[in-house]
């Protein structure tokens, strides 16, 4: 589940509990199998948020890791909000933030050893949302268009582990776990690509449609012409993709590599509003560094990812403003929000190229003062401190322009690991103010 707040300029005031619903989350059938990478515990957890996006909201999630098989992950989320004020067409009206979370991983199919299935759908509503259609690196922020309207979006994947390295034993990718730490793999990552580490091929299947409750500006019959009742914008279609970890720990990697090559393709058929299609690659490095007297682990963590449609045409739109077989603003090259350029606001920007790169330093603290804490229902393995900067860019061909003017953001991250996931409490500032940013995972997974 993510839980997103933005603080912009420091106009809006920031409000999640989750800390607390932890504290008072409740446990039920917990069990301890020190053979699996992640716990094996129901965790039920009440959470309240408030955003310039959602309002004042509240929700409750279930997790469970190991549900069926020990390298499952499951969550569900469902949430709602109260009235907010809004504008519709030019008239004042409220609207309320709604919806519901579910996701399921990691599922390995019967009758095999290494395909491995998962899924991921979204239902939602939200009474503000920010597009920008132009996401150009010279664009202008306040030129965002915003409306309440749904967000819904659905996904699978099917991810073949590749017989090599450590996929040939471990398929599943299940480790020892000890306060928070992998162990019996000190020797493991940074070792030659292929002979060692885990290799995957997969191929991903995606939905989503957002729809709009202003319709005064989208007249043009392209965003109705499926039927719809509202303007929308649909885009389904398949991923391909090759990842490559040669890590020592996939959920905290404290040395080695990761990397991932990817592609995809909208096909423009059933509700799609047009074809396109996106190449992009990532790559993440670990480096393990010395302590200090009060840390437990100190990892130098650096990211790049560069990614290219050839679909995008500049030369011709569909309608006017926005170009033929571009990708949706929430996908493609695009940066800002959670995970890339997190001092921005999510899509901020976008076009047909886009690069960015990252670092932090992630220091595991020896503090840690609800480790084994009696009235805890849940295990806090660690704490951890990460400064980390941020630069990137996007533009509209892929030339040496990439390197300049690029955009920049620096914070600090409070992060945590509870009974098996690793939660971050981003704080960023760039060039266009301050966000918030509080989720589950650390940036570079994603």
């Excluded at 989208?218 to 509202?230: A, R």
Aim: charged share 20%.
């Amino acid at each position: 589940m993510v839980i997103i707040s933005e603080m912009k300029n420091k106009k809006y005031i920031f409000l999640s509990f989750l800390i607390t619903t932890i504290l008072f989350g409740t446990l039920l059938n917990a069990e301890e199998d020190t053979n699996a990478t992640k716990s094996k515990e129901w965790l039920f957890l009440p959470f309240v948020f408030s955003s310039d996006n959602t309002g004042f909201a509240a929700g409750m999630s279930a997790m469970k890791d190991g549900l069926f098989q020990p390298q499952t992950s499951f969550i569900a989320t469902v949430f709602t909000g109260l009235p907010k004020d809004v504008i519709i067409n030019g008239q004042k009206d409220e609207a309320t933030f709604s919806g519901g979370f579910i996701s399921f991983s990691d599922f390995k199919l019967p009758y095999t050893d290494r395909l491995f299935f998962s899924f991921t759908g979204l239902k939602s509503y939200f009474p503000e949302t920010h597009y920008y259609i132009d996401g150009s690196n010279d664009s202008n922020k306040d030129d965002a268009y915003i409306s309440s309207g749904d967000s819904d979006f659905f996904t699978t994947t099917f991810r073949y582990t590749l017989p090599l390295g450590d996929g040939i034993d471990n398929p599943s990718g299940l480790y020892k776990m000890q306060n928070g730490f992998c162990i019996g793999r000190e020797d493991c990552g940074n070792g030659i690509p292929f002979i060692t580490g885990r290799t995957s091929i997969g191929i991903k299947t995606f939905f989503q449609t957002d729809n709009t409750d202003n319709t005064d500006m989208w007249q043009d019959s392209i965003w109705w012409e499926k039927g719809t009742s509202l303007p929308t914008w649909s885009t389904n279609g398949l991923r391909f993709f090759l990842a490559h970890d040669n890590t020592d720990f996939d959920l905290n990697p404290s040395r080695g590599y990761h990397f991932q090559l990817q592609y995809s393709k909208d096909f423009g058929k059933g509700d799609s509003l047009q074809s396109w299609d996106f190449l992009e690659f990532k790559y993440n490095q670990y480096f393990n560094l010395d302590t200090f007297s009060f840390t437990q682990q100190n990892v130098l963590a650096l990211s790049m990812w560069t990614g290219y449609s050839f679909s995008w045409d500049n030369d011709k739109d569909i309608t006017p403003g926005f170009a033929a077989n571009r990708p949706p603003m929430w996908e493609g090259a695009r940066l800002g929000g959670f995970n890339r350029m997190r001092g921005y606001d999510m899509n901020r920007f976008s076009d047909k190229v886009v690069f960015y790169a990252a670092a932090e330093y992630r220091a595991i603290i020896d503090y840690n003062p609800l480790k084994n804490s009696s009235f805890m229902p849940v295990d806090v393995e660690w704490f951890q401190v990460v400064p980390f900067a941020e630069v990137g860019r996007v533009n509209d061909q892929y030339n040496l322009d990439l390197l300049d003017d690029m955009k920049y953001d620096v914070g600090i991250s409070l992060r945590t690991m509870i009974s098996g996931i690793v939660l971050r409490f981003d704080v960023a500032y760039g060039e266009e103010g301050t966000n918030i940013w509080l989720m589950e995972s650390h940036p570079f997974d994603f």
